[in-house]
């Protein structure tokens, strides 16, 4: 077995009775989970704003070398296209920046329709390193942030690109642009709701061993309950 030195864990914290047994039996959904794992991912942080007590809270509620990934809100990336999003960076930043050294990585999700711009891109970007200290991760979904333009403008821009499963609007070998990796496992083929089999996992947990320490594999097949079993599996492969 390899050793664990990346985050592993899941897009949110629900526990269901049938993993229960994997988990302390007291304390807070939360609680129980940062017990077992030692990263989860922030995704309601995309569709409403949290207020600055409630991540205090979340921190509070962890181990010290437990790390939160935060979605950035739809409201900047899929309703205003990265254009114009000063005041509202503000407020998530006032926001998320609440986790404190508990905020390990700004997770940067484009929708589909989302062309690459370099200008706003590269504002966006550089906005978010003046106001956290912490990984900052892109899943785009547009062809045109997999060319060769793209590539470059996100390892300027210090940004890690999300390989992402099921692959979303490219094709051909991944090209990574940051030194820390960040994985995305919706499921596959069913989007959200496919468990992973254990050649699957084998496969990424012999990827994720290659990667820089401080690398990110989440787990967001949540919808019928795979996400922690699937994140439990491939934690067991690492030892």
């Given at each position: 077995m390899t050793t664990l030195t990346s985050y592993i864990g899941c897009a949110g914290w629900s526990l269901s009775s049938a993993v229960a047994a994997s988990f302390p039996g007291a304390g807070s959904h939360l609680e129980r989970y940062a017990a077992v794992f030692d990263a989860v991912e922030i995704n309601s942080s995309f569709y409403r704003p949290h207020q600055p007590k409630t991540y205090e809270r979340w921190a509070a509620s962890t181990p010290a070398h437990f790390r939160f990934a935060v979605?950035?809100?739809?409201?900047?990336?899929?309703?205003?296209?990265?254009?114009?999003?000063?005041?509202?960076?503000?407020?998530?930043?006032?926001?998320?920046?609440?986790?404190g050294d508990k905020l390990g990585c700004i997770l940067v999700q484009l929708p589909p329709k989302l062309a690459l711009d370099p200008g706003p891109a590269r504002a966006l970007f550089a906005a978010l390193h003046r106001r956290f200290d912490c990984l900052l991760a892109c899943e785009a979904r547009h062809a045109s942030w997999f060319g060769d333009s793209a590539t470059q403008l996100l390892r300027d821009a210090g940004v890690t690109r999300v390989l992402a499963d099921p692959v979303v609007a490219y094709t051909g070998p991944f090209v990574p642009t940051a030194p820390m990796a960040y994985v995305r496992l919706h499921g596959s083929?069913?989007?959200?709701?496919?468990?992973?089999?254990?050649?699957?996992?084998?496969?990424?947990?012999?990827?994720?061993?290659?990667?820089?320490?401080?690398?990110?594999?989440?787990?967001?097949?949540?919808a019928s309950g795979a996400a922690v079993p699937d994140a439990l599996a491939l934690r067991a492969m690492f030892g």
């Open positions: 979605k950035l809100p739809k409201t900047i990336t899929h309703e205003a296209g990265l254009v114009g999003v000063d005041d509202a960076l503000a407020r998530f930043a006032g926001e998320a920046g609440a986790l083929p069913r989007i959200y709701y496919s468990a992973y089999a254990p050649q699957r996992l084998a496969d990424v947990h012999a990827w994720l061993a290659q990667q820089a320490p401080g690398s990110w594999c989440i787990f967001d097949n949540t």
